[in-house]
């Protein structure tokens, strides 16, 4: 499965080439009816899932059903826990690629061991 989510970036990343590169990498968590936009300006900055706990306050990290849209350039990739935490799946992080029709999920012992196996894949 890791090489077919490594298949899939590398045809996003030949695409996002032809992008400007004033475009920004926008991720947009949202909670709860909550609602949270942070900018950054290479990946390397994007924040792993504790710097994303603290930088997103009002979000239910722990708990709550939470949807991720990362904006790559004008390529949405997607992430969500779409379970509330103490449900079966709770901790089941899922991961698409609209424009690919792709998805893959991951369920480790807790939310952020899920997010370090959504992480891992995407390395």
């Known amino acids: 499965m890791p090489l077919r989510l490594c298949s899939a970036i590398f045809l996003l990343l030949l695409y996002v080439?032809?992008?400007?590169?004033?475009?920004?990498f926008?991720?947009?968590?949202?909670?709860?009816g909550v609602t949270k936009t942070m900018s950054y300006s290479s990946v390397d900055e994007?924040?792993?899932y504790n710097t994303m706990k603290n930088q997103f306050s009002g979000i239910d990290f722990d708990n709550g059903q939470i949807d991720f849209l990362l904006n790559?350039?004008?390529?949405?990739?997607?992430?969500?826990y779409p379970n509330?935490?103490?449900n079966p799946g709770g901790n089941k992080v899922t991961f698409n690629i609209p424009t690919?029709?792709?998805?893959w999920s991951y369920e480790g012992a807790s939310r952020q061991?899920?997010?370090?196996?959504?992480?891992?894949?995407?390395v």
């Not at 080439?17 to 920004?24: F, K, N, P």
């Not at 926008?26 to 709860?32: A, P, S, V």
């Not at 790559?72 to 969500?80: N, P, V």
């Not at 061991?113 to 995407?122: N, R, Y």
Request: aromatic share 4%; no cysteine.
């Open 100 to 103: 690919l029709n792709k998805n």
């Open 26 to 32: 926008q991720l947009t968590i949202t909670e709860g």
């Open 17 to 24: 080439g032809s992008v400007t590169a004033a475009d920004l």
């Open 113 to 122: 061991g899920s997010w370090s196996q959504l992480t891992d894949a995407l």
């Open 84 to 86: 509330v935490a103490g």
């Open 72 to 80: 790559y350039r004008g390529i949405e990739l997607k992430a969500a």
């Open 46 to 48: 994007l924040p792993d």
